[in-house]
């Protein structure tokens, strides 16, 4: 595993409440990924980081931003929460000239 | 612990027994194939890997079977032990990724381990 955590594991946050995720790596991977998982539907990609401040969108990026201000950070930010984005969310890192993305520990969060 | 799925196809398997769970593939360009484990609560984790000039490799009590010609991929788990209780799924790429050739995940299988 790649050293990933992410921050906080659980939050529980109200619709229209601005939310931002942390995710941290300690073994200077290069790309950086955000997914959502929710039942039905597996792994989905929010956002991904190709290197400090480079980020591209994926396949359901709406209501996500995403910045990467060093090689170990990535965050993801809800601007303004809603229900349909209640779910784990997971960050992966991959090193450069791999093709294996490794996986944090998730956060729950919760949208009322 | 939260389920990662609901409905997803289960396999039930006798503590001992050697457990196949079964993974088709949409991509034919797909050359790079990885099997990841979901524990109830926690993060995928990799198990093994597998790319497209290989037909099998072995890890320490998994072996990943790929057929390139129907798009089939396999993940046999010997001697399945209480601790393989979890969610297996399949993620497939055309390698390499560059970090924007992204993994396809496959939705999952359920795998219980009955003592």
């Known amino acids: 595993d790649a050293g990933i955590t992410q921050s906080p594991r659980h939050k529980v946050t109200e619709t229209g409440t601005p939310v931002t995720l942390r995710c941290h790596q300690t073994?200077?991977?290069?790309?950086m990924y955000w997914y959502r998982q929710d039942p039905g539907h597996g792994l989905r990609l929010i956002h991904y980081?190709?290197?400090?401040?480079?980020?591209d969108k994926g396949e359901v990026s709406d209501g996500y931003s995403v910045s990467r201000s060093k090689t170990e950070d990535f965050l993801l930010t809800l601007e303004s929460a809603t229900s349909s984005q209640t779910s784990v969310y997971f960050c992966?890192?991959?090193?450069?000239?791999?093709?294996?993305?490794?996986f944090g520990p998730g956060t729950r969060l919760t949208v009322l | 612990g939260e389920s990662v799925g609901l409905h997803l196809p289960t396999l039930s398997v006798q503590e001992g027994d050697n457990s196949i769970i079964n993974c088709a593939y949409s991509?034919?360009?797909?050359?790079?194939f990885i099997w990841y484990k979901q524990e109830s609560g926690k993060g995928p984790q990799f198990i093994i890997d597998i790319r497209s000039n290989m037909d099998k490799r072995q890890g320490q009590r998994v072996t990943v079977l790929l057929n390139k010609t129907v798009k089939h991929l396999s993940l046999q788990i010997a001697a399945t032990q209480p601790g393989d209780s979890a969610v297996y799924f399949c993620?497939?790429?055309?390698?390499?990724?560059?970090?924007?050739?992204?993994?396809?995940f496959g939705k999952g299988n359920q795998v219980v381990v009955i003592p």
């Open positions: 993620a497939e790429t055309q390698a390499p990724s560059y970090g924007n050739n992204r993994l396809a």
């Open positions: 991509n034919s360009a797909s050359d790079y």
């Open positions: 073994e200077n991977h290069r790309y």
């Open positions: 980081s190709y290197g400090v401040k480079d980020t």
């Open positions: 992966a890192t991959m090193g450069q000239g791999t093709d294996t993305q490794y």
